[in-house]
């Protein structure tokens, strides 16, 4: 008889909620980890989050053979994966940390609903956040819409109760012991490894001049932490804990936003794909589709988008500041719906995280979680004036920028702007 700890976007062994209370049950823990195919099928084939999922557990099976134990790996759909867990081995309960998307929790509850009719008990732990659900609200109960008072109330709360590690280790003799257990490869899942590099969890040196720096893309003032926070391979509690230790106020709080939006998407799940603020689905979006091809390839002619494009095509990752200049750019100088951007940043992004990407765009489309009236439109020359001045990081980008070889602008900056001035005013006073 065992206890099995479902391992998803929480791929570490120490500090992790579920396996620490799975290793303090009755019962020896087996962690599980499924490749669920409603979530890969819709992944291209050399999508290079797979691939460090694969590698990251691969990390994790060493860690656990070295202690006799191992981690089952399956591939499939989860509600044919989990009857056959249950013919192969004797479960008496299942271990797993909470997640908030609208898919993960439809399945989650079905899961419950499964385990439940087979008497198995399904525990579910708080582990991606600090603070979640119902636990930063209102004084009338309701939730925050806006994150500057979200952020004070989650900092009031803050202490060092949340960010207490789980000292999983003391417990490793828990671990049900068992041979070497069976691993798919990539390929034998229809995956190729791709050949984008992944960041390290190495951000130490950046908390002191992370205020000064962040804004400003050719310093690469930032940490690349997204992908480990997105699955899991650093914990959100040592994360917040670094923040305290160094005085980066400023990173605590972009930290904050990460679960500000999490919270809304829990509390708002319909604003995964509608807009927050109901009336822009009212908008007549252009969606031009040669316009959307010249931003998805870095060929608008505007300098500072193509370069945050052209990174984001060639590593997977773009620097804040740059995201919301394309985002604005798509939504705003173009009309294009932002679903086309949120859609195209999910699929290369190696740190997406549907929350913060839903989020970022309807920030910038005007339509999400924002005080800012919709007249607000970014000016890229502007950006660049301010925060690339040198234009370093154009010219990494985009090496024929000053050519001929160079695109002409795709659209004109004080029309395009009095353009979405007309469009948005007609839709929001419909
Ligand atoms: P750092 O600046 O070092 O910050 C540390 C961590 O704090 C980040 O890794 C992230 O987890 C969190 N964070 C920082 N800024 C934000 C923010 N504004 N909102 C939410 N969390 C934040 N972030 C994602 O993690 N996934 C996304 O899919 C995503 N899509 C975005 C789309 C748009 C249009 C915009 C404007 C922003 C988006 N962001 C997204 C937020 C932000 O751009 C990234 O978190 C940040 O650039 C990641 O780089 P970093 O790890 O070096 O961040």
Redo the contacts with the bound molecule.
Sequence with gaps: TISICWFRRDLRLEDNAAFYHALKSDYPVLPLFIFDQHILDKFSKDDARVAFIHQTIEKLKQELQKHGADILVKYGKVEKIWPAVLKEYEVKEVYTNHDYEPYARKRDDDVAEYLTSEKIAFKTFKDQVIFEKDEILKSDRTPYTVFTPFYRQWQAKLNDFYTRAYLTKKHFKNLFQTKHLPYPTLQEMGFEQGNLQFPKVD?KN?LDN?AKE?DYPALDG?????LH??FGTLSIRKAVADAIAAKSTV?LS??A??EF?MAILWHFPYAAFDSFKKQYDKIKWRNNETEFKAWCTGNTGYPIVDAGMRQLNQTG????RV??IV?SFLTKHLLIDWRW?ETY??GK?L???MA??V???Q??AGSGNDAAPYFRVFNPELQTKKFDRELEYIKKWVPEFGTKKYAQPIVEHTLARERILKVFKEALNS
Excluded: P
């Excluded at 990752?317 to 804040?320: A, G, L, V």
């Design positions: 951000y950046k992370y962040r930032t940490t690349h932490i997204g926070l997105r990173w972009e930290l936003w990460r939006y990752w773009m620097h804040n995201r919301m985002a951007g940043f999910a992004l740190d997406y995280e913060s990407n989020g970022g765009w920030w910038a």
